[in-house]
């Protein structure tokens, strides 16, 4: 079955300091993956997603993300981190018969000044 | 332009009462799809439309009965609300068959049963 593992809970990082989240899927073919992020009392964005080609992806507000089959990981990174950044990102795999979204519980982002 | 909206973004109702949720997206999207965050911001599939034929149906109470008058519309029905109801409902669509399985929320509406 899919599954998406998120391993941290809570992350804090200084403002300007880079950041990664951690992502592990288990998907028996190739994955469909996405980030995406909500801030308080707001709905979800879509950061980013890989489908296929380059394994590192470009997304929205300066973040990228890395696909590694080898690892079965998708980690989310930036290198330098606002505190606008604070957020829940969610990871998220997708491509079953369904088209429906599994995702991982989240990674809740505290950035201190 | 919103691309998917739900009204209400926030309701307040007591146990036992019938409560709908609506949701339209206006991006040319044949899938639909309610999800559920509970209090630990976990989000589950509840049910996915697609062409007005629900395609998910995973194990949600039959009290919650999702209906689709159109391609772009997906509301939620809610009978007998009951405490652990309470949560966060998110209305998603994305174009099936398409490569991506990219899904676009709406904001959410914050169900609260007292």
């Known amino acids: 079955a899919q599954s998406v593992t998120q391993p941290d809970i809570h992350i804090t990082v200084s403002e300007g300091a880079s950041l990664e989240l951690r992502c592990n899927y288990s998907?028996?073919?190739?994955?469909?993956l996405f980030w995406y992020v909500q801030s308080p009392g707001q709905g979800l964005q879509l950061l980013l997603k890989y489908f296929s080609g380059d394994t590192l992806v470009q997304g929205i507000k300066g973040f990228e993300a890395e696909f590694k089959r080898s690892q079965s990981s998708f980690n989310l990174r930036k290198p330098s981190v606002h505190w606008s950044d604070a957020a829940e990102y969610f990871c998220?795999?997708?491509?079953?018969?369904?088209?429906?979204?599994?995702f991982g519980k989240g990674t809740k982002l505290s950035v201190k000044p | 332009d919103t691309a998917v909206s739900q009204t209400p973004k926030y309701l307040v109702t007591q146990m036992g009462n019938d409560k709908s949720i609506k949701c339209e997206q206006n991006l040319g999207h044949d899938t639909m799809y309610w999800y559920k965050q509970d209090s630990k911001k976990f989000l589950k599939i509840m049910f996915s439309y697609n062409n007005k034929e629900l395609i998910i149906n995973e194990t949600v109470p039959n009290r919650f009965s999702p209906k689709s008058p159109d391609k772009a519309h997906l509301n939620l029905h809610i009978n007998s609300l009951e405490l652990g109801d309470s949560a966060v409902y998110f209305c998603?669509?994305?174009?099936?068959?398409?490569?991506?399985?990219?899904?676009?929320f709406g904001p959410g509406t914050r169900l609260t049963v007292t």
């Open positions: 998603a669509s994305s174009l099936r068959g398409s490569s991506s399985y990219e899904q676009y």
């Open positions: 998220a795999v997708g491509g079953g018969s369904q088209g429906n979204l599994i």
């Open positions: 998907y028996g073919a190739t994955p469909y």
